[in-house]
């Protein structure tokens, strides 16, 4: 290796590496909402004996100066501090460490005391009044401080002097105003990419709004309008619609994706296009573009918003089909590649070509239907099946958006291969979908928690639960009873900070399915649905009390506090969330149809309370209390009363 000296700080003889978050290297930022911390940790070391200092330096993307935080030594070279990333927007970090020499005289000035050589100590002395003159360069706001120290440390009494410069009170002035000389630095300044709390604390309701209305008839806007009130209610903040454009004829799916469309038959909304438009338009059926924008203004006065599913897919009407049929594979007959992924076909669907020769004219295309949606008030974005489209594409058009409208999520829809979705994610997406539809055991939930919560997956993927979506009905919930139901909302909404269900088919408790498939029979995405919209059960009084308490706890409204806790019955799971003083315990019986029993350990470190023995329980939902003690306390959960206990931990007896 060739190393250019006049490009080298030869002075400098400290080492930084190992930071950690650093996500491949630098490459992709790491993520956090508005007022959330990060905690960094790093190595840093030097030659010889002289002590070593640790900054975390960080600033938010544009600022000149940088904001520095001594790190703590964790010992063996590894050191950690950590900040709140006060307000949205890009971040940067980086980590330095020098050599600290008034820190390091004064360590080596306290063992030569023993020694009892006052002509060492009166030289000792005189080095540290050099420091406090360096200091005065460094720090003018200091003046009269260091002054002082200097007249203190020149005291005719050389023993009183002595006691002063090897003092607590002198370390901790030098630790708050070091002498930073010929520091290193890591590397790499790393990225932070904030943004607003909805990105990391979101409960989602989905429903097709033309099964709105009442009587099976294809509802409109001002159907959904009549909705809000009671979804307000039952405490969601956001509605996702599923495509509202209008939907192609040709190749139109009937009843449960039957090739043979009836002539009043709806079609599936994911067929996008038709002569009355494409993916800027709305279905003339569910109103106009005014209607629109009337549900979203109201949505937002009830403290709601409105997501839009982002399908980059055109059905056979699609105008794009015939004026860029290069964005599209052409098969040797001429005619365009339907989508398949075997053995399902979708012949009402063209999926686009990342290939195409103006893939350029086809990214802008598609960046300004987003920026359309954006203009019209959107800010959230459920995306279908990102998976089977350029990820490189993503990476762009995500970050595009982002620099003039940061607020926007985006959620990636990809049931798909571990490393795909976290790359999605890398690449820019807010929050994922996730295999939470299928974990069902203890064993598989507490080993997927892990690995979401306990590797690097969480500093850069968002997961988000849901226990089922209009296209999956998981087999789980088929066949299954209310317990079940509300154990996998209760699974999902306490687990993961993020969440969401597919109604009304969840609250009405919905689960025939196409025989040996984990899909709805009678599928909204092929009809119009015919619900009545007023249940009230014990599942819906479950949805509404969670949502509540979800708001009401902070430790709810994050992913990565999910700390495990040790209960024998392998049908009980339980587990702890904690941020400041709210501290909850959670525990759950996975076994729906009966009572499960068992001994939980809870120890101080893992619910939040060091140094207290004894402490109460309440039960946020049944409001009953228990009085606990470090070690073992007896738990009992009968599904068919509550087949959960969602505990406030209090320090006391």
Not at 227 to 237: A, T, V
Not at 343 to 350: A, E, G, L, N, V
Not at 374 to 396: A, C, L, M, Y
Not at 465 to 482: A, G, M, R, S
């Amino acid at each position: 290796m060739n190393i250019d000296l006049e490009k080298l700080n030869g002075k400098a003889r400290t080492v930084v590496c190992h930071v950690y978050p650093e996500i491949e290297g630098g490459k992709y930022p790491v993520k956090r909402v508005e007022g959330e911390w990060i905690e960094v940790v790093a190595d840093a070391f030097a030659d010889g004996h002289d002590l070593v200092s640790v900054d975390l330096l960080f600033r938010k993307l544009g600022k000149e100066q940088w904001n520095r935080i001594s790190m703590t030594g964790l010992g063996n070279d590894r050191y950690r501090a950590s900040f709140q990333c006060t307000e949205q927007g890009n971040w940067e970090y980086t980590v330095q460490a020098f050599i600290d020499h008034p820190l390091s005289w004064l360590h080596n000035f306290r063992k030569r005391l023993s020694e009892n050589n006052p002509q060492e100590w009166a030289l000792q002395l005189k080095i540290g009044i050099q420091f406090m003159e360096q200091l005065q360069e460094r720090y003018p706001d200091q003046l009269s401080v260091l002054k002082q120290w200097k007249l203190e440390l020149q005291d005719r009494n050389l023993e009183l002097a002595c006691q002063i410069a090897c003092s607590e009170k002198l370390e901790e002035y030098f630790r708050n105003y070091p002498l930073i000389d010929n520091p290193t630095r890591h590397d790499k300044v790393l990225a932070i990419k904030v943004q607003r709390k909805k990105a990391g604390f979101s409960s989602w309701y989905s429903f097709f709004p033309r099964s709105a209305g009442k009587n099976g008839k294809h509802a409109k806007f001002k159907d959904c309008e009549a909705l809000l009130p009671r979804i307000s209610k039952l405490g969601f903040d956001i509605i996702y619609f599923p495509p509202i454009h209008p939907i192609g004829k040709k190749f139109r799916k009937g009843k449960n994706n039957s090739l043979d469309a009836g002539e009043n038959e709806p079609g599936c909304p994911y067929a996008i296009g038709s002569e009355l438009g494409g993916h800027t338009d709305i279905l003339p059926e569910l109103g106009e573009l005014k209607d629109f924008q009337q549900f979203i203004q109201k949505a937002e006065k009830l403290g709601i918003e409105v997501a839009m599913d982002f399908a980059i897919q055109c059905s056979p009407d699609h105008s794009w089909a015939k004026k860029h049929k290069s964005w599209f594979k052409e098969r040797p007959d001429g005619s365009i590649q339907y989508a398949e992924n075997p053995p399902k076909k979708y012949q009402d669907i063209y999926p686009l070509d990342f290939e195409s020769n103006d893939w350029q004219g086809m990214w802008q295309a598609w960046l300004e239907v987003v920026q359309f949606w954006v203009g019209q008030g959107i800010r959230i974005f459920r995306v279908d099946n990102p998976h089977t489209k350029s990820f490189h594409f993503w990476e762009w058009l995500i970050g595009q958006i982002h620099i003039t409208h940061p607020d926007v999520i985006f959620l990636s829809e990809a049931f798909t291969r571990p490393r795909i979705m976290e790359d999605l994610a890398k690449k820019g997406f807010d929050q994922s979908y996730t295999y939470f539809t299928w974990r069902n055991s203890k064993w598989e939930l507490e080993e997927y928690m892990k690995e979401l919560t306990q590797t690097d997956r969480k500093e850069y993927f968002r997961p988000n639960f849901w226990p089922n979506t209009h296209d999956i009905n998981p087999y789980i919930l088929q066949t299954q009873n209310e317990n079940q139901f509300i154990i996998r909302f209760v699974l999902a909404s306490t687990l993961s900070s993020n969440y969401g269900i597919f109604s009304p088919v969840y609250e009405a408790m919905y689960s025939d399915s196409i025989p040996g498939k984990e899909e709805y029979l009678n599928s909204e995405k092929y009809e119009v649905g015919n619900w009545s919209w007023n249940w009230e059960n014990r599942l819906t009084k479950t949805i509404e009390a969670i949502n509540q308490i979800r708001k009401d706890n902070p430790a709810l409204q994050f992913t990565n506090n999910y700390r495990r806790l040790q209960i024998d019955n392998g049908q009980l799971m339980a587990f702890s969330k904690v941020y400041g003083e709210n501290r909850l315990v959670i525990i759950i019986n996975l076994d729906a149809q009966n009572k499960q029993s068992s001994m939980l350990n809870t120890f101080p470190e893992d619910i939040g309370l060091m140094g207290y023995s004894q402490f109460v329980v309440k039960d946020l939902i049944t409001n009953e209390q228990y009085q606990w003690h470090t070690g073992s306390n007896y738990v009992e959960l009968d599904p068919n009363k509550w087949p959960f206990h969602l505990f406030l931990v209090q320090p006391g007896s």
